[in-house]
């Protein structure tokens, strides 16, 4: 038998628990949301269809199109202001898609398959234009640089790298290695030539874009689902930010926010778990 847990330990476990949705629930969220903002009322029918038959899904930089991915290998294109799918295509991929992101101009959608391929789409012209192939299974990431000028696409795979496809060539440029688990998330600087790499690892890298190579490894002592990098000259100081070097955001497994300074790698800010319970309760009040 094990021994019986504090009841406050078992409340700190259900806030961490309910951070982590699986995508399917995530994606449940999202279609509501739409629909309450288009319609003034929820469509549970609407988003529970989705969450049956969708593996994942992208929303445009534009908010204007919701692409899903289904177990069928279909995408499909959704008008979400009137809860109906605008027209839907075959993926291509021979088994379900893993990872969809669009271009920063919503023209250009990069879907990764469990097949260990990335396909690349007109979603204007309505065809394929890029099958790239050479990740090592299942393609769990994929993320356009957001200078659309530069035309490249990072990925990752279940390798840990982080590739670099030129989109000119159609070829894989580099891989850059630093972790050791799953990479969850990337983040640009304003000027696109730095990036910052989260992982399931616990630990985020600052790359170095023009060399190719990390300039710091900063610990974050958690599984790290998402980075943000904090805009620059902007007035952070009220979450710890005292200086103009580079900061990023990260959300954890310890269902916190926390923010870093990559130039001493330390942690200028953390959300407590005493705050996000306080603000799940205000939105959920005791039943009697």
Known sequence: ????????????????????????????????????????????????????????????????????????????????????????????????????????TSTLLATGGCDGTIKLWDVVKQYCTHNLKGSSGVVHLVQFHPDINRLQLFSSSLDCGIRLWDLRSSQCVCVLQSHFSAVTSLSFSTDGDTMVSSGRDKICTVWDLKSQKAKRTVPVYEAVEGVVLLPENEDFSQIGVKSKDLHFITAGSKGVLRVWDASTACCVYAQTLATVSEEEDDDNPPRI
């Not at 739409?34 to 969450?51: D, H, Y």
């Not at 289904?70 to 990872?99: E, F, G, M, N, Y």
């Open 1 to 104: 038998m094990f021994p019986a847990r504090s009841s406050r330990f078992t409340r700190e476990e259900k806030c961490r628990s309910a951070k982590m949705k699986s995508t399917s629930s995530a994606l449940v969220d999202l279609a509501s949301m739409f629909w309450r903002s288009a319609r003034g009322r929820s469509s549970t029918a609407w988003s529970m269809m989705i969450k049956r038959t969708s593996q994942s899904f992208a929303l445009s930089c534009d908010d204007e199109m919701l692409v899903t991915a289904s177990r069928a290998l279909l995408l499909k294109q959704w008008d979400w202001r009137q809860a109906q799918c605008a027209r839907s295509w075959r993926a291509i991929h021979t088994v379900p898609v893993a990872s969809m992101t669009f271009d920063s």
